[in-house]
């Protein structure tokens, strides 16, 4: 039971790169999500999905795309990367309802130079 | 929107005493879920405990326990016999089933960096 697997741990990207972190999860959660991590900011709300086929937006979606087309995989996509989406990105699976606790990946760190 | 607040950017105790993390919070809600969640230097973000607005009993799990003060919207962290290895950042955070519109997903303070003194 590997739990909540983020790849890669560490990316760099050029400006205007484009990248896909990838997020699995072997619990069969229904709800998965996206946060970024920056410095004195807490963890902010990109994406999330209740479900396979579904999904919606966070507090910060601007920049970032997503699919669930399994229960497993959720991943996220910079289609044209910034210096401004440089942050550390972790990857949540739950059961649904708000009382589930979130399981989080080991999180990835970007750097957009 | 709702918002949560960690007053305390950083927080010093000697190993073995006892330590509060505070954390307030701002909802129209009545049914909601508190939680606190300790991330290392390792980045892991682990859970280290849970609360459910209804319920009136403060939630513990070992050495942690918590003061929920409902009418306060307060939800304070106890550290009791604090240990090297309790070093971290501390995130508090809020969940509720009724999104009204707005996104469903946890809502995180800013964190409170806890040392601990040998």
């Known amino acids: 039971n590997a739990g909540v697997t983020q790849t890669p741990k560490f990316q760099v990207l050029k400006t205007g790169q484009s990248m896909t972190l990838q997020c699995a999860q072997d619990m069969n959660h229904e709800y998965m999500s996206w946060y970024r991590q920056d410095p004195g900011m807490g963890l902010r709300l990109i994406h999330y999905s209740v479900g396979a086929g579904i999904t919606d937006q966070g507090e910060v979606p601007n920049g970032y795309n997503v699919s669930r087309s399994t229960t497993e995989d959720f991943p996220l996509r910079l289609l044209s990367a910034a210096p401004s989406q440089t942050s550390v990105y972790f990857c949540?699976?739950?059961?649904?309802?708000?009382?589930?606790?979130?399981?989080f990946g080991n999180g990835t760190r970007l750097t957009v130079t | 929107a709702q918002t949560v607040t960690q007053s305390q950017p950083e927080m010093s105790v000697q190993e073995a005493e006892t330590v509060t993390l505070s954390c307030t919070y701002d909802t129209s809600e009545s049914d909601y879920y508190l939680f606190w969640y300790k991330q290392p230097p390792s980045r892991q973000m682990i859970l280290v405990i849970r609360q459910e607005a209804y319920k009136q009993q403060n939630a513990t799990e070992n050495r942690f326990s918590v003061n929920f003060q409902k009418a306060a919207k307060s939800f304070s962290l106890k550290i009791s016999d604090s240990q090297l290895g309790d070093a971290a950042m501390y995130f508090c955070?809020?969940?509720?089933?009724?999104?009204?519109?707005?996104?469903?997903?946890?809502?995180f303070g800013k964190g409170t960096h806890l040392i601990i003194q040998p």
């Open positions: 955070a809020y969940r509720t089933p009724y999104s009204g519109g707005g996104a469903d997903g946890l809502t």
């Open positions: 949540a699976s739950s059961y649904s309802g708000a009382g589930s606790p979130l399981h």
